[in-house]
T-cell receptor, first 117, second 109 residues
Framework: DAGVIQSPRHEVTEMGQEVTLRCKPISGHNSLFWYRQTMMRGLELLIYFNNNVPIDDSGMPEDRFSAKMPNASFSTLKIQPSEPRDSAVYFC???????????????FGPGTRLLVL | LAKTTQPISMDSYEGQEVNITCSHNNIATNDYITWYQQFPSQGPRFIIQGYKTKVTNEVASLFIPADRKSSTLSLPRVSLSDTAVYYCLHHNAGNMLTFGGGTRLMVKP
């Protein structure tokens, strides 16, 4: 299995531009998570999907951030317009959710390092 | 929100056993305890997960006392490549993972 795939691995853009990050979860997984990691705030959960439906987006910073999951094998995180404070590493993770009270392991992708100038 | 407390950093030497203890006083009945490892420029990687007593795999052991308010990750005979940040979490399947600051382990030669 190729694991969770993210693209691009690195992105440099100018303030005000639109940024789209992409994620392909592990085949067969039904949950997908987007995280952001910075030195100041550590690893934060932004949003997660179960069976392609957003379950909790309370971690999304503001309206400039949006995430979609049109099918089980693809998700995007979009920032429009981007700002310098959005600079961070964005991770996508996927898991197989069986039910409450069961074990669950999240598998993380390599991340996208975003720099907004 | 699920919250854990663990040391900010630890130092060790190659070949030693390292034990990292985590406190999770508000763990819920259905929560599992999970440890992740993160190397620089990589995503967190699952190490081990358990519910109670002891769990062992090829990488580590996890000790959980009866009250489940703490857990200890044990890394046998660490090497330089074990230098990483180790995160302790407790969660129920389908719920959000809340990562704390983690423990930065430095293994010295």
């Amino acid at each position: 299995d190729a694991g969770v795939i993210q693209s691009p691995r690195h992105e440099v853009t100018e303030m005000g531009q639109e940024v789209t990050l992409r994620c392909k979860p592990i085949s067969g997984h039904n949950s997908l998570f987007w995280y952001r990691q910075t030195m100041m705030r550590g690893l934060e959960l932004l949003i997660y999907f179960n069976n392609n439906v957003p379950i909790d987006d309370s971690g999304m910073p503001e309206d400039r951030f949006s995430a979609k999951m049109p099918n089980a094998s693809f998700s995007t995180l979009k920032i429009q317009p981007s700002e310098p404070r959005d600079s961070a590493v964005y991770f996508c993770a996927s898991s197989l959710y069986i039910g409450q009270g069961s074990q669950e392991t999240q598998y993380f992708g390599p991340g996208t390092r975003l720099l907004v100038l | 929100l699920a919250k854990t407390t663990q040391p900010i950093s630890m130092d060790s030497y190659e070949g030693q056993e390292v034990n990292i203890t985590c406190s999770h006083n508000n763990i819920a009945t259905n929560d599992y305890i999970t440890w992740y490892q993160q190397f620089p420029s990589q995503g967190p990687r699952f190490i081990i997960q358990g519910y109670k007593t002891k769990v062992t795999n090829e990488v580590a052991s996890l000790f959980i006392p009866a009250d489940r308010k703490s857990s200890t990750l044990s890394l046998p005979r660490v090497s330089l490549s074990d230098t990483a940040v180790y995160y302790c979490l407790h969660h129920n399947a389908g719920n959000m993972l809340t990562f704390g600051g983690g423990t930065r382990l430095m293994v010295k030669p």
